[in-house]
């Protein structure tokens, strides 16, 4: 089983800032896309920001120019920095590291809620 830590979830105010960050080990670090999904009440799991081993990113429409996603090949981690936070942003973010249908891990989640 591939453990993924998450760390940084929390709760700000509409228009602040968070970053969340993943911890995964080297040997699934280095050949995995890493990625950030969230999950609402209610609705399903989406796509947030993928990164690939080269450090091509991808992002949802609904995040493009508010949060941006990176990773540190030093230190296995992958980090999602989110700013202009809204509250339809509010959700369980979930990190992943993805290489194929069957090699395709997940974190625990963490908690983001956008709120005044």
């Not at 993924?4 to 228009?15: H, I, K, M, Y």
Request: hydrophobic share 30%; with cysteine.
């Amino acid at each position: 089983q591939v453990q993924l830590v998450e760390s940084g979830g929390g709760l700000v105010q509409p228009g602040g800032s968070l970053r969340l960050s993943c911890a995964a080990p080297g040997n699934i670090f280095r050949i995995y896309y890493m990625g950030w999904y969230r999950q609402a009440p209610g609705k399903q799991r989406e796509l947030v920001a993928q990164i690939t081993t080269d450090g091509k990113t991808n992002y949802a429409d609904s995040v493009k120019g508010r949060f941006t996603i990176s990773r540190d090949n030093a230190l296995n981690t992958v980090s999602l920095q989110m700013d202009s936070l809204k509250p339809e942003d509010t959700a369980v973010y979930y990190c992943n590291a993805y290489r194929n249908p069957v090699l395709n891990h997940w974190g625990q989640g963490t908690q983001v809620t956008v709120s005044s």
